[in-house]
């Protein structure tokens, strides 16, 4: 592998962008999560916000209709600004050395040698986190009952935006190289996993190394 | 956590015992696959061959009834060599400083802190792989059709066993620490990953990281 390029996938919560960020401390490598919405503004000419209510987002229909009465404005805007962000994710990995956090990155470069990630945690310590981040960044507070459906939410928003545009289900190990659960691993042993990996020069694959 | 015990578990071919058996050897901790069969021969007394023929298989049927013709002898017999396996799982992590592959070992070691790994890959490799060792072991050869069969027919036979005895679903992430997927990187990259999971003392976990 010439460039170095780390996809990571993650569930609502699992603390997969503080993975992601560690990792890129610790290596030198260049961190695209939000940053791809602030890139997809500057070239589709969208807000800022617009794009983040559309990101990582399956569109509502994709079968237009007259009769049906379905906002196929919305279905364009919102596959417009997928492919935007598409685009951008392989830009990003012809420069290498990035880790890209989400957008069905993994399926997106799928011709080109990267490494995927996913990082998952029990629905409990999830929601568990969350509120501890809440009352960490002070702010708006929550109930439990709320952040459960809050992260459900997020989970099934994830989830059926990768399955739209890719042909793998999501958090089906099948599509990625390792795993990991942070609730077992905690944040930095992730980030020490992830590095013995890349350090093992990824290794030979299973037919060479017998 | 006092004493070192790593579950692994794995699909037909991926790799998984191979794996295990580095692991072992770089860090000084006992395996327990096959082993476990012939701990219980001398347990049960059942010749080795008919545990092995029992081992990691759920029982056919476990409604006995006089009227279906069920042959309940064979149910009972492999409820017992799996009982036994159970005990010689927990009596062997308790010692500690160990590798135990297969047999739902993550599950029977549920309220035992330990380390528990997936080890996968896809299927199209693990029958590569699984010919190129006939080859190499100089074994009766099998077609790549009778192949694909096997390694399909084991890990049919894996799943049942697992799931009759535990509550998860056999390879769905939320069960495992760590899942790697050796078509991406190799035997060695994984005991790396694994090797970096243990020393980096598991880390802290989720809620305690962030």
Same mark, same amino acid.
């Given at each position: 592998?010439?460039?170095?390029?780390?996809?990571?996938?993650?569930?609502?919560?699992?603390?997969?962008?503080?993975?992601?960020?560690? $990792?890129? !401390? @610790?290596?030198?490598? #260049? *961190?695209?999560?939000? &940053? %791809?919405?602030?890139?997809?503004? +500057?070239?589709?000419?969208?807000?800022?916000?617009?794009?983040?209510?559309?990101?990582?987002?399956?569109?509502?229909?994709?079968?237009?209709?007259?009769?049906?009465?379905?906002?196929?404005?919305?279905?364009?805007?919102?596959?417009?600004?997928?492919?935007?962000?598409?685009?951008?994710?392989?830009?990003?990995?012809?420069?290498?050395?990035?880790?890209?956090?989400?957008?069905?990155?993994?399926?997106?470069?799928?011709?080109?040698?990267?490494?995927?990630?996913?990082?998952?945690?029990? $629905?409990? !310590? @999830?929601?568990?986190? #969350? *509120?501890?981040?809440? &009352? %960490?960044?002070?702010?708006?507070? +929550?109930?439990?009952?709320?952040?459960?459906?809050?992260?459900?939410?997020?989970?099934?928003?994830?989830?059926?935006?990768?399955?739209?545009?890719?042909?793998?289900?999501?958090?089906?190990?099948?599509?990625?190289?390792?795993?990991?659960?942070?609730?077992?691993?905690?944040?930095?042993?992730?980030?020490?996993?992830?590095?013995?990996?890349?350090?093992?020069?990824?290794?030979?694959?299973?037919?060479?190394?017998?």
């Amino acid at each position: 592998m010439d460039k170095l390029i780390v996809t990571i996938d993650r569930e609502y919560g699992s603390g997969g962008h503080e993975v992601a960020r560690r $990792l890129c !401390d @610790r290596l030198g490598l #260049k *961190l695209y999560d939000d &940053e %791809i919405i602030e890139m997809a503004a +500057m070239n589709t000419g969208y807000m800022k916000d617009y794009i983040k209510y559309n990101d990582e987002t399956a569109p509502q229909l994709n079968i237009p209709s007259v009769y049906s009465g379905i906002d196929t404005f919305q279905t364009a805007t919102s596959n417009k600004i997928q492919d935007e962000e598409f685009r951008i994710i392989r830009r990003i990995a012809e420069e290498g050395n990035c880790v890209i956090v989400g957008r069905a990155a993994d399926y997106i470069l799928g011709d080109i040698p990267h490494i995927s990630i996913f990082i998952f945690a029990p $629905l409990v !310590d @999830r929601i568990r986190r #969350k *509120l501890a981040l809440i &009352e %960490i960044n002070g702010t708006d507070p +929550m109930t439990e009952y709320e952040m459960e459906k809050k992260v459900k939410q997020r989970d099934k928003q994830r989830r059926k935006y990768y399955e739209f545009y890719t042909d793998n289900k999501w958090g089906a190990h099948v599509a990625y190289d390792v795993m990991i659960n942070t609730s077992r691993s905690g944040i930095n042993a992730a980030v020490d996993i992830i590095e013995a990996y890349i350090k093992g020069g990824k290794g030979k694959d299973l037919l060479s190394d017998m």
